[in-house]
């Protein structure tokens, strides 16, 4: 059958309200998009029909006090925790990075994707990772590229949710998340963990951002192996020593230099299949944007491209649609005195 096949059934039962049929649809779906290689809409259909069978589970009668009410009771409050849960496409190749940013994030995926033979020989997995550096250059999209590798779900957690709550919440929270975490095997994603360090500014208790740092401590050592927290902040400064040294992972990402903004180009026009008007023009402009972030560059970037396709007389017939170097060059200077670089 083919998935189309398998749309019609589903359709079919689902308007004639006959549960049974159309939850073994769904499965032979999930089961056919796992041989077809479309892993991510097999994960995400999983994901869906686990979440409603559980909601309905919930919605039966339920003793106060037993497990299942208190796991109803839990999952509502993380719910507002979470800032969204996503699967990935992104993969290694849509990242540019220096050679040694690579190794470290082949060799993090690697200790996942070889987790039963550490297991065999009762070596740790490494499963906290730290990613730091300026705005712009690669932390959020390097998480979606683990999570897209090693065909995980990804938790996107909302700090600022967490960290502006009552006095002694924070550490509660950060608890339930990361328990929830490790029931669903899933990748913890941390965005601006640097603002941990604002507990001391919401609270007048000066012991509380103590027991924040204890709390995250505790819940780095009692991680399940097979879950992952990976941390991104700008202000790795802000973070507590003792922190710092319970991630497995360090990994840096820096302002690119003149070989990863023309990789990072080639990267970005690879699909259009685009060029430059003036190959040697386009190397000078590279080197003048030396000192700005992947994400700037490719911003103007995409701006001089949608510009140059308007200029054109019948854009829509080009084989080979030409950038205009010097709308690049002027966005690029734009973009610095904005900056102010
Ligand atoms: N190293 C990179 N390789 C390829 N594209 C990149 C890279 N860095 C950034 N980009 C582009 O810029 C966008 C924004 O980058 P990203 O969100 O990963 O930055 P960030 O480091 O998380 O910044 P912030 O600290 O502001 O959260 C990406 O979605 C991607 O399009
Ligand atoms: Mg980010």
């Known amino acids: 059958m083919s998935q189309s096949d398998y749309i019609k059934d589903i359709a079919k039962y689902g308007l004639e ?46 003793k106060v006090g037993s497990d299942t009410y208190f796991n109803r009771v839990d999952e509502r409050e993380t719910n ?23 190794n470290e994030l082949k060799n993090f995926i690697e200790e996942h994707r070889k987790a039963e033979l550490l297991r065999k020989y009762n070596l740790p997995i490494a499963n906290k990772l730290l990613l730091h550096g300026p705005s712009g250059c690669g932390k959020t999209l390097a998480s979606y ?31 339930k998340i990361f328990r929830r975490a490790a029931a669903e095997d899933c990748i913890i994603f941390i965005d601006e963990f640097d603002s941990l360090g604002k507990v001391r500014d919401y609270s007048q208790d000066h012991g ?10 505790q819940l780095f ?20 020593e ?26 970005t026009l690879k699909k259009g299949n685009f060029s430059f008007d003036n190959a040697t023009k386009a190397k000078q402009v590279i080197k003048k944007a030396v000192g700005l972030s992947y994400y700037s560059i490719q911003k103007t970037l995409v701006t001089a ?20 170097t010097f709308v690049w060059e002027e966005l690029l200077k734009q973009e610095k005195m904005a900056l102010a670089i």
């Open 145 to 175: 590229v683990i999570s897209g590798e090693l065909d995980k779900m990804m938790v996107v957690v909302n700090l600022g949710a967490i960290v502006s709550s009552k006095l002694g919440e924070t550490s509660k929270n950060l608890a």
């Open 305 to 324: 491209l949608k510009r140059s396709l308007f200029q054109m007389d019948n854009p829509e017939k080009m084989i080979s649609p030409r950038i205009s």
């Open 17 to 62: 309200n006959d549960q049974e049929k159309l939850l073994s649809a769904l499965n032979e779906l999930i089961d056919h998009s796992k041989q077809t290689k479309k892993l991510n809409f097999a994960i995400q259909l999983q994901s869906i029909l686990k979440e409603t069978i559980r909601n309905r589970g919930s919605k039966n009668l339920t």
């Open 80 to 102: 507002d925790l979470i800032l969204e849960k996503l699967t990935s496409d992104y993969r290694l190749e849509n990242i540019v990075a220096d050679s040694s940013v690579m």
């Open 208 to 217: 509380e951002m103590k027991r924040v740092v204890n709390t995250i401590l």
């Open 242 to 267: 003792a922190l710092l040294r319970r991630f497995d992972f360090c990994i840096e990402f820096g302002l690119p230099n003149e070989k990863q903004i023309a990789d990072l180009v080639a990267l």
């Open 221 to 240: 050592d009692y991680l399940p192996q097979s879950s992952i927290v990976i941390a991104a902040t700008n202000q790795k400064d802000m973070l507590d």
